[in-house]
């Protein structure tokens, strides 16, 4: 087993003043078992505004919530901007999911993600210091970290402490090369 981590292709931009911003964001479907419902009344009861990006199912659901906005799907350029203007990414999954790009995505501008247990991205997340894990399916949980972003003090140090952590081994395609051939040269020798 030879653990390689998807590439992403996203410039270092400076790190985002995540303090300053008003809205936790999650990316993608807005389906039942992306933990969409769980997230809305989670963020009901936080009392934070939300940001959906993306479309689905639930769509319409999410857009009769008054803290809650829609963008549907975007552009990875676009993407990368509404991660810009949040607090957090949120990503709720009910089931197990794979790496999960956003939450890389995310890291790379200093934003703080709190994912679910699991999910494969509880992998990219150090729980309490780069974001924070949620138990999955479990609302008081996503209410007790969703609060956590609403300290300026507790997501700003997290939002650096994710920013260094991703740039400090950026998953950027000439870094997945060449841990690519090191593992080819490692199975090589063998």
């Not at 087993?1 to 936790?24: M, T």
């Amino acid at each position: 087993y030879h653990p390689l981590e998807n590439p992403i292709d996203i410039p270092h931009l400076p790190l985002v003043n995540v303090s300053a911003n008003k809205s936790v964001v999650a990316v993608g479907r807005i389906d039942p078992e992306k933990g969409i419902e769980i997230l809305l009344e989670a963020a009901k009861i936080a009392g934070v505004s939300l940001t959906l990006v993306g479309d689905g199912s639930l769509r319409k659901l999410a857009e009769s919530y008054s803290f809650c906005r829609v963008t549907g799907w975007l552009s990875t350029a676009q993407v990368v901007e509404e991660l810009a203007k949040s607090r957090a990414l949120v990503f709720p999954s009910l089931w197990y999911e794979t790496y999960g790009l956003v939450v890389a995505e995310a890291a790379a501008r200093g934003v703080p993600a709190i994912v679910s247990d699991i999910s494969a991205a509880s992998e990219r997340v150090e729980d309490g210091k780069t974001g924070w894990h949620m138990r999955s399916g479990d609302v008081e949980d996503l209410v007790r970290c969703l609060k956590l972003t609403q300290d300026d003090d507790v997501v700003a140090k997290t939002g650096v402490a994710a920013y260094s952590a991703f740039w400090a081994s950026p998953p950027v395609c000439v870094n997945h090369v060449k841990k690519l051939l090191s593992i080819y040269d490692k199975v090589i020798a063998i």
